[in-house]
């Protein structure tokens, strides 16, 4: 495997994204405390709620973009501009989506309906950004990074200028779509600017739903396993239960990035092994699960220890039950980033159709935990469906459903600790050579 240019590429998703994070984490305590749990319950409310039509509006085209530009470099422009188009019409029916079920939802409560439109505006632009795997496809990822950012630096200020004023929740619901905007401006005129060109076909977008269908399902599924918890918190539990909950979450993905990153840079090499039947590629993805496991392994013990401390100086005391969610959510991520790792081997043996019954699976299994365990344990509860539901999903189904048991048979090679030193040894020693030139 050519590690110098997944190294390169991974390095420049990493630098960006740790500053960001880093902005993330100062501006999130921030706003958690300004808001309280209440108000910080509700703004994570409306993002779930957003969430679960984000899938619809991505049309599933996130997961297989990559692929089919790999399969038909020919057409790159037509590929993006037909997928930047189909998702901008999504967009626009998934706001109008948002509205209809706040309104049904949350009838007679007008803030909460306002802050979910609100928060829905992020929808339309989410639909220009997919243009970043176009980045991703040409180990281009600097240009991307960088640009993320850049805007994100952007909106942080003016994030601490609404809590430096003291604006209401709705300015911080509309915050998140002027990230989105400029993100999506941005690149979409360094794309063009690079030469890329936007074209549309309706025989090409057809051929490219038909692949990616298995995707919306699958993907709706997913968002439901990672949100239905907030919903029912909120309305079970009421918003501060929702916020304590929430604030876990957000300890849980701060280090998200260098795992996406990670994932991203393989992503493209793992496609193209397949294509060309080179003998790599199932090294690769055992590869990619080596790197990525051992990594989470490490986080999530860190997190365990010093979770009182951790919570105490991002959220302060007011957030004290918040400590127990995260010694358990912190579990949920390893878990999860199997999920992730194996759709990008799913993708490249054309396996999708199998999605649907994987994450119905883990739905219904989410949907019942969260029932029994949210009335009698609050947050605690809802972080022990998901955790459970990610082992069940991620790793035990893998064995007993047969189409993917070969996933789970590179997984467990991923987990031999020879793999991990002799992987790290071809890492340290490509930085090393780096360095020395």
């Known amino acids: 495997m050519n590690y110098g240019k997944v190294f390169h590429n991974a390095k420049w998703i990493v630098i960006c994204k740790i500053l960001q994070s880093l902005l993330q984490l100062a501006v999130g305590m921030l706003s958690a405390r300004f808001l309280g749990p209440a108000n910080y319950g509700l703004i994570k409310y409306a993002a779930s709620v957003v969430a679960f039509a984000m899938p619809l509006m991505k049309l599933g085209l996130d997961a297989t973009l990559v692929h089919e530009l790999v399969e038909h470099p020919e057409k790159e422009g037509e590929i993006i501009g037909t997928s930047l188009l189909m998702n901008f019409v999504s967009g626009l029916a998934c706001m109008g989506g948002v509205f209809a079920f706040s309104s049904v939802m949350n009838a007679g409560e ?56 003291e604006k209401s929740v709705y300015w911080f ?76 979450i957000t300890c849980t993905i701060i280090a998200q990035f260098v795992f996406t990153a990670i994932i991203d840079s393989f992503r493209p090499v793992i496609l193209e092994n397949k294509k060309e039947n080179s003998p790599e590629y199932e090294l690769n993805v055992s590869r990619l699960y080596c790197i990525t496991q051992y990594l989470s392994l490490a986080q999530s013990i860190v997190f365990t220890v010093f979770a009182e401390l951790i919570v105490n100086i991002l959220y302060g005391a007011e957030y004290a039950a918040t400590v127990p969610v995260l010694r358990i959510l912190i579990w949920y991520f390893s878990f999860s980033i199997m999920g992730v790792v194996r759709n990008v081997w799913i993708v490249a043996e054309q396996k999708q159709k199998y999605l649907w019954i994987i994450n119905l699976t883990g739905v219904l299994l989410n949907v019942t935990l969260n029932a029994i365990l949210i009335p009698q344990f609050g947050a605690c509860g809802a972080a022990v469906a998901s955790l459970s539901t990610q082992i069940f999903a991620n790793f035990i189904f893998g064995f007993i459903f047969k189409p993917i048991r070969e996933n789970n048979r590179l997984l467990i090679a991923a987990l031999n600790p020879k793999m991990l030193v002799r992987e790290s040894k071809k890492i340290v020693s490509l930085i090393m050579k780096k360095n020395n030139k």
């Open 110 to 165: 007008t803030e909460t309906v306002i802050v979910c439109v609100l928060y829905s505006l992020s929808l339309v632009f989410a639909a220009l950004e997919m243009i970043q795997y176009w980045f991703q496809y040409k180990l281009m990822s600097k240009h991307s990074s960088l640009v993320m950012l850049g805007v994100y630096f952007v909106v942080s200020a003016y994030k601490i200028f609404l809590l430096a004023t």
């Open 173 to 248: 619901a509309v915050s998140n779509s002027v990230e989105f905007g400029l993100v999506a401006i941005l690149l979409v005129a360094i794309y063009l600017k690079k030469g890329g060109k936007l074209g549309f076909s309706l025989k090409t977008g057809i051929s490219m739903l038909g692949k990616s269908r298995h995707f919306i399902v699958a993907s709706m599924m997913v968002v439901v396993i990672q949100n239905t918890d907030h919903i029912m918190l909120t309305k079970i539990a009421g918003k501060a239960e929702n916020g304590f909950y929430s604030a876990a």
